[in-house]
């Protein structure tokens, strides 16, 4: 899928304001609700919740609709940790929300939601209600089919909880009614397979939302506005589309005020938390199907980064709000930078997936960033600056080296960042020249961009031998060489891994012969592991039409990946008919082929016309005990940070590499408040 925007050169449509039923929204920018595991254990907000909201008001977001909040508390819960306003005990903290949202010039919205199938009863310890008892996804809990007196207490819930919002000072209520959760449940035919009044025709699907929003009007007055959100698209066999989406929401159009478009289900969680893949702006098409449809403001998202592509969305009429999620926990300064002419300043959402939606959803934790290890204060680091005169010297420019170099140089150290390739971006670089890692690719520039206008001097083509490092009379050094790629004792693979001419290539030979690729269309490759750069192989292989091989040691694929890169490896593994060899081992390396061994089985020689070894990588230290030894012995501190510590993921290096600031304040060079 491709989304192509003309160019332009300004930002005049998504700074203009927008007054819905009475609310003025200062700009076309909206936050919308992302659940951040920030609650406390009574569902209110935290001080990091206050914090974290707080900076995105501050960085000049239009409107800010806080994460979902739970309508029925415990039966309706979403999550680990989800916010409340079932209950009046909430509102003194929803009070003092939406006064910081309105000092700092936000409008201040609240979605309000019942998790219905999609809640956890071993989270709940409650019995999950839907339309029928059909789990939310596979493998998930069935849930209860609801009593019409069931039925009728969630509308008296979502009724109370809207009013309570309004009491509590927020501006707009939104009624989620996608994503699997228990309204999109009713409208729904995957869920829905109900005989009564609420089952069957669209009408009737639709009776539950329209009843909800009914109740909704009737508690909060007709100068306040109210959205809906649903999956326009559910973008799955036998389930709802477009234009049954918007025969859907004509049965409750005259209650709404602004629709809220968005795609997909849980079972195809890669189109509802967009993986990197989708083009900025790929749902826009719906929302402008709703706009022509009803006349009314709509909302759209999906991968939005660039505010190019979010001006052309306001500018050609395809929606008039453009959501921006991660990219607003990426960078919360976000609308500041573009209102403020500097938007070369913002740090893009690379879409990894991995510190907010795999956090929060998979491992119970709180919400972190790939690329921003500080979403609660953001920039602030930059105001306290070093006491003296200091200066750093950084070996090695893959993410953590640039990270380190970047924020020490921002709080005025005097900053060389030594790079033995030809240009900074490290392992990673190699990578990112796969097409569908893009966004990494941008990202890397983008950090080598932010470290020049920082005044970090970056020397390529120079390793950081002892010699060197001391000649610039550091006061600290930074130890961050990386990692390259594993090639275990493995019968003939170093004698053919890389070699001119050879069919066998690591990540990073592979990476220098990716434009070779369209020429195995048809023939037979072999990818040897099955983690996350493996799989990246695998799928630029698919998208070129060649027959994969892929090879894997251990039991399951895709052990290190977040949960919505998995799904989107494993949609491709489906579509490009991928011979998957689980608990399998690679046992020797031909020119020709490779021979494989399964855990239960007999030695296979497979034919291929090249083979990609993605074995994982290793640190890169080898000139390290020297450079310390050295260092350390006209006293100056050496720190190892990224994947010359331990291959780990970007997130991992680029925190380990703020920790710079750290290093700074131990050695009595910088004084945090």
């Given at each position: 899928?491709?989304i192509?925007?003309?160019?332009t050169?300004t ?6 304001p ?5 609310m003025t ?5 909206v936050?919308?609700?992302?659940g ?6 009574g569902?209110?907000l935290?001080?990091?919740h ?16 806080m994460?979902?909040v ?7 819960s979403n999550?680990y940790?989800?916010l ?24 201040a ?17 409650a019995a ?7 789990p939310s996804?596979p493998g998930?809990?069935?849930p209860t089919?609801?009593?019409l007196?069931?039925?009728g207490?969630?509308?008296?819930c ?27 449940q009713?409208l729904s035919?995957?869920y829905?397979?109900?005989t009564?009044?609420?089952?069957g025709?669209p ?7 329209v ?14 506005p ?29 209650y ?12 195809n ?5 967009d ?7 790929w749902r ?30 306001i500018?050609d009429?395809?929606a008039d709000?453009?959501a921006i999620?991660?990219?607003l926990i990426?960078d919360p300064?976000?609308v500041?930078?573009?209102?403020e ?8 959402c690379?879409?990894?997936?991995i510190g907010c939606?795999?956090?929060?959803i ?13 979403i609660?204060d953001?920039e ?5 600056k ?9 070996v090695?420019?893959?993410?953590a ?15 060389t ?5 030809e240009?900074?971006?490290?392992s990673?670089?190699?990578?990112a020249?796969?097409?569908?890692k893009w ?5 890397l520039?983008?950090?080598v961009?932010?470290a020049?206008?920082?005044g ?7 390793p950081?031998?002892?010699d060197?490092v001391?000649a610039e009379?550091p006061?600290?050094v ?7 790629p594993?090639?275990?004792p493995?019968?003939g693979?170093r004698?053919?891994?890389?070699r ?8 990073i ?5 990716i434009?070779e ?6 023939r037979?490759a072999?990818?040897?592991?099955a ?6 192989v ?18 399951a ?10 799904l989107?490896m ?13 608990s ?8 020709e ?7 239960d089985?007999?030695?296979?020689f497979i ?6 070894i993605?074995?994982?990588m290793?640190p ?18 050496v ?5 010359s ?5 970007i997130?991992?290096?680029?925190r ?8 700074l304040n131990e050695?009595?060079?910088r004084?945090e408040?």
């Amino acid at each position: 899928m491709t989304i192509s925007y003309a160019q332009t050169t300004t930002t005049t449509q998504i700074l203009q304001p927008l007054t819905v039923r009475g609310m003025t929204i200062p700009n076309r920018i909206v936050m919308p609700p992302m659940g951040t595991n920030f609650a406390t254990a009574g569902g209110e907000l935290s001080d990091e919740h206050m914090a974290y909201y707080r900076e995105r008001a501050r960085g000049g977001t239009g409107l800010i609709i806080m994460e979902n909040v739970c309508v029925d508390h415990p039966t309706g819960s979403n999550g680990y940790t989800q916010l409340r306003l079932d209950n009046d005990h909430c509102l003194p903290r929803m009070f003092a929300f939406t006064e910081m949202m309105h000092r700092c010039g936000s409008m201040a919205g609240v979605q309000i939601n019942h998790a219905g199938a999609s809640a956890d009863p071993a989270l709940t310890g409650a019995a999950t209600l839907s339309s029928s008892d059909v789990p939310s996804k596979p493998g998930g809990h069935a849930p209860t089919p609801m009593t019409l007196e069931q039925i009728g207490h969630v509308v008296e819930c979502f009724g109370r909880t809207a009013r309570r919002a309004q009491r509590a000072g927020f501006d707009m209520v939104e009624v989620h009614g996608g994503h699997s959760y228990l309204l999109n449940q009713f409208l729904s035919p995957l869920y829905n397979h109900r005989t009564d009044e609420y089952g069957g025709s669209p009408r009737n699907r639709a009776r539950l939302l329209v009843e909800v929003l009914r109740e909704v009007r009737s508690q909060v007055g007709e100068r306040f506005p109210i959205s809906v959100r649903l999956s326009a698209d559910e973008l799955l066999d036998g389930g709802n589309r477009l234009e049954d989406t918007l025969a859907l929401a004509a049965h409750c159009d005259e209650y709404v005020d602004i629709w809220n478009v968005s795609a997909a289900e849980n079972p195809n969680l890669q189109y509802q938390i967009d993986m990197a893949r989708l083009p900025d702006g790929w749902r826009s098409t719906m929302a402008r199907a709703f706009r022509e449809e009803f006349g009314k403001p709509t909302v759209t998202s999906g991968n939005v980064r660039d505010p190019q592509a979010a001006e052309r969305i306001i500018a050609d009429g395809d929606a008039d709000l453009v959501a921006i999620g991660r990219g607003l926990i990426a960078d919360p300064w976000w609308v500041r930078k573009v209102r403020e002419g500097r938007p070369e300043e913002i740090l893009h959402c690379i879409s990894c997936n991995i510190g907010c939606a795999d956090h929060r959803i998979r491992q119970g934790r709180p919400i972190r960033c790939t690329i921003n290890p500080s979403i609660l204060d953001n920039e602030s680091y930059r105001a306290t600056k070093v006491s003296v005169p200091t200066r750093v010297v950084v070996v090695g420019g893959g993410p953590a080296g640039l990270e380190a170099a970047s924020s020490a140089a921002e709080v005025g150290c005097a900053v060389t960042l030594l790079e033995r390739g030809e240009q900074p971006g490290g392992s990673v670089r190699h990578a990112a020249r796969l097409p569908a890692k893009w966004r990494i690719a941008k990202y890397l520039d983008e950090s080598v961009l932010r470290a020049r206008r920082a005044g970090v001097d970056i020397r390529t083509g120079q390793p950081g031998e002892p010699d060197r490092v001391l000649a610039e009379h550091p006061d600290l050094v930074v130890n961050a060489t990386g990692g390259l790629p594993v090639a275990p004792p493995i019968t003939g693979l170093r004698e053919h891994l890389d070699r001119p001419g050879s069919t066998v290539s690591s990540i990073i030979g592979f990476a220098s012969r990716i434009d070779e690729v369209a020429r195995w269309r048809g023939r037979r490759a072999v990818v040897v592991g099955a983690g996350a750069v493996g799989l990246d192989v695998m799928e630029h292989l698919v998208d070129h039409d060649v027959q994969v091989v892929l090879v894997e040691r251990l039991p399951a694929i895709g052990n290190d990946l977040d949960m919505v890169t998995r799904l989107q490896m494993l949609e491709v593994l489906e579509r490009g008919d991928v011979d998957v060899r689980v608990s399998t081992s690679l046992t020797e390396v031909r020119e020709e082929g490779v021979v494989v061994r399964p855990a239960d089985g007999e030695p296979e020689f497979i034919e291929m016309v090249h083979g990609v070894i993605c074995l994982g990588m290793r640190p890169v230290t080898s000139g390290l005990p020297e450079l310390i030894e050295r260092c350390t012995g006209v006293g100056v501190p050496v720190m190892n940070i990224g994947d010359s510590v331990r291959p780990r993921k970007i997130i991992d290096a680029v925190r380990e590499g703020r920790g710079v600031l750290k290093a700074l304040n131990e050695l009595g060079r910088r004084a945090e408040a």
